[in-house]
């Protein structure tokens, strides 16, 4: 695997001098300032890559820009709605301006309205690290009794209904306002940052849009950019739905191994492809993230690994971010089938035999408390999540050689 690292930017707390010294490979980073919908113009794309050249003193990283993460896709051409059409072409061009950048591998999402959902942004363990968690009732009762949506409630069934009821009765305004300002988290210097009036015409605009709508408006948006990035020789990864189950009454295509398969079907090309991402598909029961790797690799562009731990064995359930090697998702076996692939593609004479990964998200431990980076993202939380990884993989490689 190739180590990566997500960068926020020049306002991210955890430097390029940081990476530097956790020993990374390349950088995964976006132009989050840049407006969605609109074309990533070559100077911006330039700008980012001189960014990420240089140490604080002025030495030279060595780092390149590995991987795009995210280039946005808009709600217009999710309900294919408004300006829909110039997104796409202005989505295309984009592609082509980080091809000429040297850029090969773009990761996107189709997730409608909200992104990744978290309820709490510094859950505390018991061993007084920080992590991220999604709270199955109080995002209900956020649903229900905060956003106020029109049928929210017939969503739910009753036994959770009557705890998201109790759990609003006990926040105060400080946890309510709290709650919403998590979940709709935004990105830092993120061009576009909404407010709960924005969620409740967002989701106005959505009225039409059906599970199997979502699912045909996505296969037209692959119809139209995959055959491009084919051409380029550029790889596109679909990262999955984050929790991987629809909210806030709205359809998720990108949960399961069967989607997934779906979505390749579409449009077969091997320009088309997909993140990986454990932690963000463990969040349910019945996806199997090693079997998935084993039976998808061949589209597999890129890693996030992660895991988390589930309330309840139910979809949807609760879950909180896991150390690493800690979580529901056998972390060995899933590396092990990723070095198979590799295995795979070296034989096979395949250009990008070594798949990137960055260890995903992180627990804020040491001091990384206090700090005041993006929630998931410390430096020393994942640079332990990184050397754990790393450990995995060099002892199944010593293993292999041997074999």
Same mark, same amino acid.
């Given at each position: 695997? #190739?180590h990566?690292w997500r960068?926020? /930017?020049p306002?991210? !707390?955890?430097?390029?001098?940081?990476?530097?010294?956790?020993g990374?490979q390349?950088v995964?980073?976006?132009?989050?300032? =840049?407006?969605? /919908?609109?074309v990533w113009s070559?100077?911006?794309i330039a700008?980012?890559?001189?960014?990420?050249?240089?140490m604080?003193d002025g030495?030279?990283?060595?780092?390149?820009w590995d991987v795009?993460?995210?280039i !946005?896709v808009?709600?217009?051409i999710?309900?294919q709605s408004?300006d829909?059409?110039?997104?796409?072409?202005?989505w295309i061009a984009s @592609?082509?301006?980080l091809?000429?950048?040297?850029?090969?591998?773009?990761? *996107?999402?189709?997730m409608? =309205?909200?992104?990744?959902t978290?309820?709490?942004?510094?859950?505390?363990r018991?061993n007084g690290?920080?992590?991220? #968690?999604?709270?199955?009732?109080d995002?209900?009762a956020f649903?229900?009794?905060?956003?106020?949506r029109k049928?929210?409630a017939?969503d739910?069934p009753e036994?959770?209904?009557?705890?998201?009821?109790r759990?609003f009765?006990?926040?105060?305004?400080?946890?309510?306002q709290?709650?919403?300002a998590n979940?709709?988290? /935004?990105l830092?210097?993120?061009?576009?940052?909404?407010?709960?009036?924005d969620?409740r015409?967002?989701?106005?605009?959505?009225a039409?849009?059906t599970?199997?709508?979502?699912?045909?408006?996505f296969?037209?948006f692959?119809?139209?950019?995959? !055959?491009v990035?084919?051409?380029?020789?550029m790889?596109?990864c679909?990262?999955p739905d984050?929790?991987?189950?629809?909210?806030l009454?709205l359809?998720?295509v990108?949960?399961?191994?069967?989607d *997934?398969a779906?979505?390749?079907?579409a449009v077969?090309?091997?320009?088309?492809?997909i993140?990986?991402c454990?932690?963000?598909?463990?969040?349910r029961?019945d996806?199997?993230?090693?079997?998935m790797m084993r039976r998808?690799g061949?589209r597999?562009?890129?890693l996030?690994?992660?895991?988390?731990r589930?309330d309840?064995?139910?979809?949807?359930?609760?879950f909180?971010?896991?150390d690493?090697l800690?979580?529901?998702?056998?972390m060995v076996e899933?590396i092990d089938?990723?070095l198979?692939?590799e295995?795979?593609r070296?034989a096979a004479? #395949?250009e990008?035999?070594?798949?990137p990964m960055?260890?995903?998200?992180?627990?804020?431990?040491?001091d990384?408390?206090?700090r005041?980076?993006q929630p998931?993202y410390?430096?020393?939380?994942?640079?332990?999540g990184?050397a754990?990884?790393?450990?995995v993989?060099?002892? @199944?490689s010593r293993r292999?050689?041997?074999?």
């Amino acid at each position: 695997m #190739r180590h990566t690292w997500r960068w926020f /930017g020049p306002k991210d !707390p955890v430097s390029i001098d940081h990476m530097m010294q956790a020993g990374v490979q390349g950088v995964v980073t976006a132009l989050h300032h =840049v407006p969605t /919908g609109t074309v990533w113009s070559p100077e911006e794309i330039a700008r980012r890559q001189e960014d990420l050249a240089v140490m604080r003193d002025g030495a030279p990283s060595g780092l390149a820009w590995d991987v795009v993460e995210s280039i !946005p896709v808009s709600e217009a051409i999710k309900t294919q709605s408004g300006d829909w059409r110039q997104h796409v072409e202005n989505w295309i061009a984009s @592609l082509r301006n980080l091809h000429a950048a040297g850029i090969r591998v773009v990761c *996107y999402n189709f997730m409608p =309205v909200l992104d990744w959902t978290r309820t709490d942004l510094t859950w505390r363990r018991p061993n007084g690290a920080l992590c991220m #968690r999604f709270d199955l009732p109080d995002f209900v009762a956020f649903d229900i009794h905060i956003l106020e949506r029109k049928g929210a409630a017939e969503d739910f069934p009753e036994a959770l209904r009557d705890e998201a009821a109790r759990r609003f009765a006990a926040m105060d305004d400080a946890r309510k306002q709290e709650l919403v300002a998590n979940i709709v988290f /935004g990105l830092p210097g993120a061009a576009e940052q909404q407010s709960m009036e924005d969620v409740r015409n967002l989701l106005d605009s959505y009225a039409p849009v059906t599970d199997a709508v979502l699912r045909r408006n996505f296969h037209a948006f692959l119809e139209q950019v995959a !055959p491009v990035a084919q051409d380029l020789g550029m790889r596109l990864c679909c990262h999955p739905d984050d929790p991987p189950f629809p909210l806030l009454g709205l359809p998720r295509v990108m949960s399961t191994e069967a989607d *997934y398969a779906e979505r390749i079907a579409a449009v077969d090309l091997p320009a088309n492809g997909i993140t990986l991402c454990s932690g963000s598909l463990g969040a349910r029961p019945d996806n199997d993230l090693p079997g998935m790797m084993r039976r998808l690799g061949d589209r597999v562009h890129f890693l996030h690994l992660r895991n988390v731990r589930r309330d309840t064995e139910t979809v949807p359930a609760s879950f909180f971010e896991d150390d690493h090697l800690g979580g529901q998702t056998d972390m060995v076996e899933l590396i092990d089938a990723v070095l198979a692939e590799e295995a795979r593609r070296r034989a096979a004479g #395949r250009e990008d035999a070594v798949i990137p990964m960055r260890p995903d998200h992180g627990q804020d431990i040491l001091d990384d408390i206090g700090r005041g980076g993006q929630p998931g993202y410390p430096a020393i939380g994942r640079l332990k999540g990184l050397a754990e990884l790393r450990g995995v993989e060099l002892a @199944l490689s010593r293993r292999g050689a041997r074999a």
